[in-house]
T-cell receptor
Framework: DAKTTQPPSMDCAEGRAANLPCNHS???????VYWYRQIHSQGPQYIIH???NNETNEMASLIITEDRKSSTLILPHATLRDTAVYYC??????????FGKGTSLLVTP | DSGVTQTPKHLITATGQRVTLRCSPR?????VYWYQQSLDQGLQFLIQ???????AKGNILERFSAQQFPDLHSELNLSSLELGDSALYFC????????????FGPGTRLTVL
């Protein structure tokens, strides 16, 4: 599976947009980009996924570059409850997820 | 609420013992995955079942086994427990085509004393 690279940590002020980058330069054509987050020892929470197009749901937006080698997860108005570890995972549909170290996002008041 | 349930929430046992963790997937989901999260290893995939059949294995020890029943719930059996097996165990299910995003349960925290 494609390897992903994420910054280990990021800060964001409450109410501002949080933009979390992910590099996946070896992604294959049939691999999806999935984003999950984990809030301190809770079960990982699915956020959003995409294949080629940008996607938006009630939680976030996912921007995938045209060459699919990188993506950005956008939390439009971060709140303190968005403090979590965010994982970018590239995987063929139907297979297990390979969680790396993710990005630890701290939202500050 | 993801729709995936896991029991028990907490489990404390002694070395050498055997325990069973249970997972009920979201309604209609055919795939169940088990993951282990320990402090030093992060989230690691153990095993996947699809409609009752084992589909993929990850870093699962021989002392561990799992099965998925006809009603699609799954059980993870851990035997000859060691201190190092203390961890959070998560179950996830998927079934929404074509992307098969996984939804995770709240986990079972296992403590081996």
């Amino acid at each position: 599976d494609a390897k992903t690279t994420q910054p280990p940590s990021m800060d964001c002020a409450e109410g501002r947009a949080a933009n979390l980058p992910c590099n996946h330069s070896t992604i294959s054509g049939n691999e999806y980009v999935y984003w999950y987050r984990q809030i301190h020892s809770q079960g990982p929470q699915y956020i959003i996924h995409g294949l080629k197009n940008n996607e938006t749901n009630e939680m976030a937006s996912l921007i995938i570059t045209e060459d699919r080698k990188s993506s950005t997860l956008i939390l439009p108005h971060a709140t303190l409850r968005d403090t979590a570890v965010y994982y970018c995972i590239v995987r063929v549909s139907g297979y297990a997820l390979n969680f790396g170290k993710g990005t630890s996002l701290l939202v500050t008041p | 609420d993801s729709g995936v349930t896991q029991t028990p929430k907490h489990l404390i046992t002694a070395t050498g013992q055997r325990v069973t963790l249970r997972c009920s997937p979201r309604s209609g989901d055919l795939s169940v995955y088990w993951y282990q999260q320990s402090l030093d290893q992060g989230l690691q995939f153990l095993i996947q079942y699809y409609n009752g059949e084992e589909r993929a294995k990850g870093n699962i020890l021989e002392r561990f086994s799992a099965q998925q029943f006809p009603d699609l719930h799954s059980e993870l059996n851990l035997s000859s427990l060691e201190l190092g097996d203390s961890a959070l165990y998560f179950c996830a299910s998927s079934g929404r085509l074509p992307s098969n995003e996984q939804f995770f349960g709240p986990g079972t925290r296992l403590t081996v004393l």
